[in-house]
């Protein structure tokens, strides 16, 4: 079945550091990729999507490109901030499973001042 | 208001004792979909709707889960004879349904069955 694998966390940064997140996929045919946060006592919120292949989203200073090859979706930020803080959830949508998202486990990102 | 919107936002229920948690969705929007997210993990998929059609229920752990959205509007995600293993976040996320327009999700009912 279709499954979304993340790196561990805790991650943790200083600010103003670079932010790789991996995330890797199993998915049949071409699903949409997507990275959420949830920020302490929020709800999860869409950070930034790509619906198809060598597509890039990109939010707040956020970055990620949908890799078929490696069926990869990694987020990057080239300088992270304190308020950055938060878990990220990188998922997948397949069109023919009426518009679920599939979750991985999910990233802590700690940034220190 | 504007966002989903789930009640109660905690619910401590002894072993055993049935509860309902209900969803408000964001108003037109035709997609609805419960998730039990387990500490430190990432939400894990139990049912969908498509107005007041259950599509897809896969992912109820047990039959003590029941869901329901009588008018294709809120929903309730009922668990009888709650077990310890039911103690998690439950998120309720709502669509326009046509597949590719974004999730929108509530802040979720954290449940704790002592």
């Known amino acids: 079945g279709n499954s979304v694998t993340q790196m561990e966390g805790p991650v943790t940064l200083s600010e103003e550091a670079f932010l790789t997140i991996n995330c890797t996929y199993t998915?049949?045919?071409?699903?949409?990729l997507f990275w959420y946060v949830q920020y302490p006592g929020e709800g999860l919120q869409l950070l930034l999507k790509a619906t198809k292949a060598d597509d890039k989203g990109s939010n707040k200073g956020f970055e990620a490109t949908y890799r078929k090859e490696t069926t990869s979706f990694h987020l990057e930020k080239g300088s992270v901030q304190v308020s950055d803080s938060a878990v990220y959830f990188c998922?997948?949508?397949?069109?023919?499973?009426?518009?679920?998202?599939?979750f991985g486990q999910g990233t802590e990102l700690s940034v220190k001042p | 208001g504007a966002g989903v919107s789930q009640s109660p936002r905690y619910k401590v229920a002894k072993r055993g004792q049935d509860v309902a948690l209900r969803c408000d969705p964001i108003?037109?929007?035709?997609?609805l979909f419960w998730y039990q997210q387990a500490l430190g993990q990432g939400p894990e998929f139990l049912t969908y709707f498509q107005n007041e059609a259950q599509l897809d229920k896969s992912g109820l752990p047990s039959d003590r889960f029941f869901a329901e959205r009588p008018e294709g509007s809120v929903s309730t995600l009922k668990i009888q004879r709650t077990q310890q293993e039911d103690s998690a976040v439950y998120l309720c996320?709502?669509?326009?349904?046509?597949?590719?327009?974004?999730?929108?999700f509530g802040n979720g009912t954290r449940l704790t069955v002592t």
């Open positions: 996320a709502s669509s326009l349904g046509d597949g590719q327009s974004p999730l929108h």
């Open positions: 108003s037109g929007h035709v997609s």
């Open positions: 998915a049949t045919g071409y699903p949409s």
């Open positions: 998922a997948l949508r397949s069109k023919n499973q009426g518009g679920k998202l599939i």
